[in-house]
């Protein structure tokens, strides 16, 4: 009886020695970063144009805002980079992203040059007016996408995104057949295996593709920069429901706190930029939806913080 208790007590004497040693806690990790964005779409059927578009987002209180590089690109035409660069600036604001339709992931080979071509080109845009990230949509597809080749695909992208100081954004819709949900854009960007990789997703689209929303919890802070906020209706079915069904974050059926307390959880800064394309939306003010959209992203955030 007398050994078994010493031998007990050796046992008890080696792991307070381990512990007290070598025993590292786990780091709960820093809760995110919460930024606030408008994406023009929003706003987009009242045609305010660019400089409104600037105003209105200042006005409204974001801190920054996403445009159409279309929209960009008609601008600078008419006036200069510089002087769009300025705008921005006076105002306050960050061009936190741009969304742009280059086909980069095309599968016929000289579609996909082009594309890449486009995209250097409206990088370096996007660089003279202060604007760090651009969309990258797999637009130029029909059939069924080779995601090991759309991985190599996008590694070469991300290479000319550094050389440029624009990075892309790996973008999926929700109701593209051929690239539609979020386990796809992950394929694509593991195989890409870099560590500039980031996912654009969206409330929408995760839905409206069949993803779900339980997929974030396997992202790190660091693959998501741009998180498209909106939310969706639950008396359409999911495979009709399109772009201009899409409602105020927290006025739908998504699961808001839970998407945003994974988001909360990944640590790192989160632009929450509130992307709408509902049509009697455009029939208001837009700088009262603009303010209506950021009070109630900034409320479900709140609930979660």
């Known amino acids: 009886m007398t050994k078994r208790r010493d031998f007990i007590k050796t046992i008890g004497l080696s792991s307070a020695a381990i512990v007290g040693s070598s025993y590292i806690p786990r780091v709960r990790p820093q809760a995110a970063t919460f930024k606030y964005c408008l994406n023009t779409s929003t706003i987009r059927g009242q045609n305010?144009?660019?400089v409104k578009y600037i105003e209105i987002t200042a006005e409204a209180g974001y801190d920054g805002i996403e445009l159409w590089v279309e929209d960009i690109k008609n601008y600078i035409e008419s006036h200069s980079a510089a002087q769009l660069k300025k705008l921005i600036d006076d105002h306050g604001i960050q061009v936190e992203n741009a969304i742009g339709f280059a086909p980069w992931m095309?599968?016929?080979e000289e579609k996909s040059k082009a594309g890449f071509e486009q995209m250097g080109k409206e990088m370096?845009?996007?660089a003279s007016i202060g604007c760090k990230r651009v969309a990258a949509p797999a637009i130029g597809n029909e059939g069924p996408i080779d995601l090991m080749r759309a991985g190599q695909q996008y590694k070469k992208l991300i290479e000319l995104g550094r050389s440029k100081g624009v990075m892309p954004q790996l973008e999926f819709w929700g109701a593209f057949k051929p690239f539609h949900h979020l386990g796809q854009t992950m394929m694509v960007a593991a195989v890409a295996n870099d560590p500039d990789a980031?996912?654009?997703?969206?409330v929408y689209h995760l839905f409206r593709g069949g993803s779900g929303y339980e997929g974030l919890k396997l992202l790190s802070?660091?693959?998501i920069e741009i998180f498209h906020m909106n939310d969706y209706v639950d008396h359409i079915p999911r495979e009709k429901?399109?772009?201009k069904d899409r409602v105020y974050p927290g006025e739908g059926a998504a699961p808001m706190k839970q998407i945003l307390a994974d988001l909360n959880q990944m640590g790192g800064e989160k632009i929450l930029s509130l992307e709408l394309f509902n049509r009697s939306y455009w029939e208001k003010d837009p700088l009262e939806v603009a303010k209506t959209?950021?009070?109630k992203m900034k409320n479900l955030v709140a609930e979660i913080t």
């Open 293 to 295: 959209g950021l009070e």
């Open 106 to 108: 095309a599968a016929d």
């Open 198 to 202: 980031k996912i654009l997703a969206d």
């Open 124 to 126: 370096d845009m996007l």
């Open 221 to 223: 802070g660091n693959a």
């Open 48 to 50: 305010p144009g660019l």
């Open 241 to 243: 429901q399109e772009d």
